[in-house]
């Protein structure tokens, strides 16, 4: 996306400006680097010498815990319910949902929303099942294709298929995990 011009037009100072929106001087990674950080971060001890971030256990110790945290676990920072549930930025799997994450599922992540973008990057461990993975995506959810406007399909289509494609791969190492059981 970087240096990336795109769709019919955008708001600036609350007027509609025609031109194709370009996203030179906005925020960048690329997927792969997102990945390949949460990798770093998550997998610390694990990694060859040369990608190891040199990162303070105890500030990496903090860096995990916040990456772990469900929006009610969070509850000392201000969120209440019901306008914020439990699954509010853990969009694979549960984004769909605004029942309580199970308590054998420990989500590591981090999330972003920008002009109709969405992404997440999480490292998702089932304890019970012994199943874990991760998974980084970001879609596109502006379907009128004006940006800076605020009307974009977050809620729509983005979660539901962030949650969907969680569970698509949930879904696939589990069975891969009972027929290596059996």
Not at 44 to 65: A, G, P, S, V, W
Not at 68 to 95: M, R
Request: proline share 2%.
């Amino acid at each position: 996306m970087k240096n990336e011009i795109v769709g019919d037009g955008f708001v600036k100072n609350d007027s509609l400006i025609s031109e194709k929106f370009s996203f030179r001087d906005k925020n960048y990674i690329s997927l792969h680097d997102l990945h390949e950080i949460t990798k770093r971060v998550i997998f610390k001890t694990n990694m060859m010498k040369r990608k190891i971030f040199f990162i303070q256990d105890d500030y990496h110790e903090f860096i995990l815990q916040a990456m772990s945290l469900n929006t009610l676990d969070g509850l000392q920072y201000g969120y209440t319910e019901p306008k914020y549930w439990d699954s509010y930025v853990k969009f694979f799997l549960f984004g769909d949902s605004k029942n309580k994450i199970p308590e054998n599922f420990k989500i590591y992540n981090k999330v972003g929303l920008a002009y109709g973008h969405l992404t997440e990057s999480a490292y998702i461990v089932d304890l019970e099942n012994n199943i874990e993975f991760i998974l980084t995506c970001t879609l596109r959810v502006n379907e009128n294709k004006i940006y800076n406007d605020g009307i974009y399909e977050y809620d729509l289509v983005g979660i539901p298929f962030l949650s969907n494609l969680g569970k698509s791969i949930y879904s696939s190492l589990k069975i891969k995990n009972f027929n290596n059981e059996n």
